[in-house]
């Protein structure tokens, strides 16, 4: 077995023993290709400084409180050869958020797809739906309602979605994502 399968190995086992933490509260997955972002906003969500972020090798899991509630926010890497897992650890998921390069061009087709193929997981149908056009402080990127029309936003009958431009580095747009995901959790818990 290889260095990669077994650190992929490990983190399937390591997401095992973590996935009953979320006691009754509320479960969201953070998802999106590598380097969009997901680490950073996170990072924002938490009210903490995000000075010194590094790409995501596995996950990360952050408690945050907002509006009363207790989110736990679970950030999964995007890399391609991790990519492949995410489907197995979208069971309980509340909400979804998917992070988007508003600037990496190149990679809109891909995170489309992928994008397209995670809204049909059984786990996800009807689940609320925040995509983060993130990277908007950067002068080429994309803005936000391209994206949604990209990523064919409007077909997605079955469930509540969201555009939100942002700029993980600034925080610019982060609370309004958040207001909206409290919002939206909040009316589907009634």
């Known amino acids: 077995m ?19 933490l979320n006691d009754n509260g509320v479960r969201i997955v953070l998802l999106g290709l ?9 990072t924002r969500l938490a009210l903490e400084e995000a000075s010194s972020i590094t790409p995501t090798q596995g996950f990360n899991i952050k408690s945050v409180q907002s509006h009363g509630l207790k989110l736990s926010v679970w950030d999964i890497g995007g890399q391609r050869s991790i ?4 489907k197995r650890y979208l069971g ?8 988007v390069d508003s600037a990496d ?12 193929e995670l809204v049909e997981e059984d786990n996800l149908v009807g689940v609320p739906l925040l995509v983060f056009a993130n990277k908007q402080d ?5 803005p936000a309602a391209d994206i949604a029309a990209g990523l ?8 509540t979605w969201q555009i939100q431009a942002c700029s993980a580095i ?14 939206n959790i909040t009316a589907k818990k009634k």
Do not use: P
């Not at 290889?2 to 009953?20: D, F, T």
């Not at 309980?92 to 992070?99: F, G, H, M, R």
């Not at 950067?138 to 994309?142: I, Q, V």
């Open 138 to 142: 950067l002068l080429t990127a994309a």
């Open 83 to 86: 990519r492949t897992h995410w």
């Open 92 to 99: 309980s998921t509340d909400l979804l958020i998917y992070v």
């Open 34 to 42: 590598d380097n969009a972002g997901k680490t950073t906003i996170l």
């Open 105 to 116: 061009r190149k990679r809109f087709e891909e995170t489309g797809q992928e994008l397209a």
């Open 170 to 183: 600034s925080g610019e747009g982060i609370q309004d994502g958040m207001n909206w995901i409290c919002k």
């Open 152 to 159: 064919n936003l409007h077909t997605y009958r079955d469930r």
């Open 2 to 20: 290889g260095e990669v399968q077994k650190g992929l190995m490990s983190l399937v086992e390591e997401l095992r023993k973590v996935e009953h």
